[in-house]
């Protein structure tokens, strides 16, 4: 395994060096850059403080730790490991929080104009229409994801994907980064059992075990922890079941491990009931993707060595799934799946991509009003309801992508 992520370096640093040459040498990407930072300060000093909060709180965590207050053990820490390395950038801030927004926001734009970049360069003869489209997709919602860590694990699932399309060794590398940041870019093992792809599937799962039980031995009690959080109770007002809630009841709404939920106390049979349906989602796009396409339309099983199911689509889907049925749906998250919905729209799948745009217009506004929105109007629960209702028909878009088989590769 440390060969091949020897070898995964390898073969990409001159790719990266390319890229930033690349980027050097065109005026457009100084354009890109200047509007990105434009945007954060509109997101510090003019839209609504809920789009920088997250920040602040990062700040006081940082400086909670030091070499006798660990992160787990001593300081309460709701977030994976690697994450860290992004919150003790406060060391680098000279005690000063507006030096800290700045460098977190610096490096989170590093990710997300990386992941364009990446798209751009994977895909030459695509640049404008992916420039095109991933702007739409995520500018509104990047004024909040730049002060959260999203765009990082979001950077990795795609690098991650485009080495798995690309037949690259140390895939396991980019899933273990993902993982140690958002948990979400473990689905690309789906992608590699599609693929028949044995070693790098065992390589990834075994890397990710090996990451979680050193997690779990520096601070059982941490851990548990997080997995407590992640629980939590009641139903958050922007998941299916809490907006819906807000809808047809208006219920008062509290701060529950860090999300605004209605009912805290109640409907706790809800979240193993969204498990449940994830699993049977995630066993039946597995059951898609592992057949092949006959000549009179149907799927033989488990005929892997003919499978060319597109792995923007299966990623794609399983990451939507994995919060569209949770207890909890943040804004950020719908940025997950730009980089997969921008790759299904290059390859004759447009409308998965115009309903993340939409998804994320209405988040955009949601969030603008978000004063309304955590004190449980109902106008508020009626709209994140639609969006929640146009990330359904997403998913059911990126499903059908998945029956068709298209090949990519």
């Known amino acids: 395994m440390i060969e091949e992520a020897q070898t995964s370096v390898t073969e990409h640093t001159p790719a990266i060096a390319s890229t930033l040459l690349d980027w050097v040498k065109r005026p457009q990407s100084w354009v890109e850059l200047g509007g990105r ?4 300060l509109l997101g510090i000093y003019v839209l609504d403080p809920v789009f920088v909060s997250d920040i602040y709180h990062f700040h006081d965590l940082a400086r909670a730790m030091s070499t006798t207050d660990l992160p787990y053990r001593d300081v309460s820490y709701e977030f994976p490991p690697l994450t860290l390395l992004f919150v003790l950038l406060e060391r680098l801030s000279f005690d000063s929080i507006k030096v800290y927004r700045m460098l977190f926001a610096t490096v989170m734009i590093g990710f997300e104009y990386g992941s364009l970049c990446v798209l751009r360069r ?6 404008r229409a992916l420039t095109i489209i991933w702007h739409l997709m995520v500018l509104p919602l990047a004024v909040l994801v730049w002060f959260r860590f999203d765009f990082a694990a979001t950077f990795f699932a795609l690098t ?5 399309e690309q037949r690259k060794r140390g895939v396991w590398v980019h899933i273990l980064f993902g993982w140690g940041i958002k948990l979400f870019p473990a689905v690309l093992i789906a992608g590699l059992l599609a693929r028949r792809r044995w070693r790098d599937a065992a390589n990834s799962f075994g890397a990710i075990s090996a990451f979680t039980l050193a997690w779990i031995a520096f601070s059982p009690s941490g851990f548990g922890d997080f997995l407590a959080l992640r629980a939590g109770g009641g139903l958050e007002i922007e998941s299916l079941p809490g907006a819906l ?6 219920p008062p ?18 979240s193993p009931l969204l498990t449940v349906v994830l699993f049977a989602y995630a066993l039946y796009v597995m059951w898609l993707a592992t057949g092949r396409p006959t000549p009179n339309g149907s799927l033989a099983r488990w005929a892997f060595t003919e499978n060319r199911v597109d792995l923007a689509a299966l990623t794609g889907a399983l990451i939507l799934a994995s919060f569209l049925f949770s207890r909890i749906i943040s804004a950020q998250y719908v940025t997950w799946v730009a980089p997969f919905a921008a790759l299904m729209y290059i390859r004759g799948h447009p409308r998965i991509a115009w309903l993340n745009i939409v998804s994320g217009a ?11 929105a955590s004190s449980g109007n109902r106008a508020m629960g009626l709209l994140a309801t639609t969006r929640n209702l146009l990330l359904c028909v997403m998913l059911w878009e990126f499903t059908a992508a998945i029956r068709r088989m298209e090949p990519t590769t």
């Not at 994977?122 to 640049?127: D, L, V, W």
């Not at 991650?160 to 798995?164: K, M, R």
């Not at 209405?362 to 309304?372: E, G, H, R, S, V």
């Open 37 to 40: 930072y434009f945007l954060v």
């Open 122 to 127: 994977a895909f030459p003869a695509e640049r």
């Open 160 to 164: 991650g994907l485009l080495a798995i």
């Open 245 to 250: 809630r807000t809808v047809v009841a208006d």
């Open 253 to 270: 709404t509290s701060m529950l491990s860090g999300a605004w939920v209605v009912d805290p106390s109640g409907y706790r049979w809800v």
């Open 362 to 372: 209405l988040t955009f506004l949601y969030l603008l009003l978000f004063d309304y």
